[in-house]
Nanobody
């Protein structure tokens, strides 16, 4: 069984910064892609940022230049540095990890979600 535990959400004023962290634990043989989705009230869940095991990153256009994703493979962690936050970034943020529990079996695990609210 694999667990992803998130931390770092909260309330911040427009223009402020937050750093989200997500740590994986459990029966892990290896981890492929990791990243973050978000879901705002009344909207579909969207991919915010992803990072491959080799460090290749991708971002949704609305956060490019403001958010930075990184990972620490030794610690099985992924982080999202969010700068210049806007009210439209308000959402529940979910981390994910594509975890191999054996050399050939891989599935996506999800964190519990952390609320990010950008408001004055």
């Amino acid at each position: 069984q694999v667990q992803l535990v998130e931390s770092g959400g909260g309330l911040v004023q427009p223009g402020g910064s937050l750093r989200l962290s997500c740590a994986a634990s459990g029966s892990i043989f290896g981890i492929g892609g990791m990243g973050w989705y978000r879901q705002a009230p009344g909207k579909e869940r969207e991919l915010v940022a992803g990072i491959s095991s080799g460090g290749t990153t991708n971002y949704v256009d609305s956060v490019k230049g403001r958010f930075t994703i990184s990972r620490d493979n030794a610690k099985k962690m992924v982080q999202l540095q969010m700068n210049s936050l806007k009210p439209e970034d308000t959402a529940v943020y979910y981390c994910y990890a594509d975890v191999r529990t054996t050399p050939t079996i891989s599935s996506r695990s999800w964190g519990q979600g952390t609320q990010v609210t950008v408001s004055s």
